[in-house]
T-cell receptor, first 115, second 115 residues
């Protein structure tokens, strides 16, 4: 079974530029999560999708961050415009949502550096 | 709000020895899950072990075991016969019971394995 795929693996941009990240979850996984991991910290949830609907986006900075999951499969996370403090690793995870025992599987992440 | 605390930013262990990583959490929920994830330099989050709060028996996965103290809200990870490949950042995480719930992570413990 293929894992969660993310691209790109690395991205360097200047502040005020825009950037987009892509995630392809494990086939059949209904739930998709985007986490932000700042250096030296644990991941923090940005947004959670159930199929193509948003379940929780309470910690998403909506003035600059947006995300979508068209057709309930792939997802993109966009930052526009980027700030220095957005430098972090962006992790995508997916889970099957089968009862209460679903395990989240993570992708390799995208490391964003904002200069 | 739920919080997860890892008080050891760094730990080291000699190869073949045993090491214990600490984690405490705060919650008012009675039904939840606890996890230990491993994050090597590749950034891929890998699930190491999972504990259901309603189970009194401590979870074990090969060389990895936990000491779950529900009343004390403590969840430590013991790694026996440490191997060089165990070197990584280890994150403790919490999730409320129920499907498709977000993970709350601690700040991580960087484990170094000395040859």
């Amino acid at each position: 079974e293929a894992g969660v795929a993310q691209s790109p693996r690395y991205k360097i941009i200047e502040k005020r530029q825009s950037v987009a990240f892509w995630c392809n979850p494990i086939s059949g996984h209904a739930t998709l999560y985007w986490y932000q991991q700042i250096l030296g910290q644990g991941p923090k949830l940005l947004i959670q999708f159930q199929n193509n609907g948003v379940v929780d986006d309470s910690q998403l900075p909506k003035d600059r961050f947006s995300a979508e999951r068209l057709k309930g499969v792939d997802s993109t996370l966009k930052i526009q415009p980027a700030k220095l403090e957005d430098s972090a690793v962006y992790l995508c995870a997916s889970s099957l949502r089968q009862g209460s025992t679903d395990t989240q599987y993570f992708g390799p992440g995208t490391r964003l550096t904002v200069l | 709000a739920q919080t997860v605390t890892q008080s050891q930013p760094e730990m080291s262990v000699q190869e073949a020895e045993t090491v214990t990583l600490s984690c405490t959490y705060d919650t008012s929920e009675s039904d939840y899950y606890l996890f230990w994830y491993k994050q090597p330099p590749s950034r891929q989050m890998i699930l190491v072990i999972r504990q259901e709060a309603y189970k009194q028996q401590n979870a074990t996965e090969n060389r990895f075991s936990v000491n779950f103290q529900k009343a004390a809200k403590s969840f430590s990870l013991k790694i026996s016969d440490s191997q060089l490949g165990d070197a990584a950042m280890y994150f403790c995480a919490y999730r409320i019971s129920g499907s498709a719930r977000q993970l709350t992570f601690g700040s991580g413990t960087q484990l170094t394995v000395l040859p």
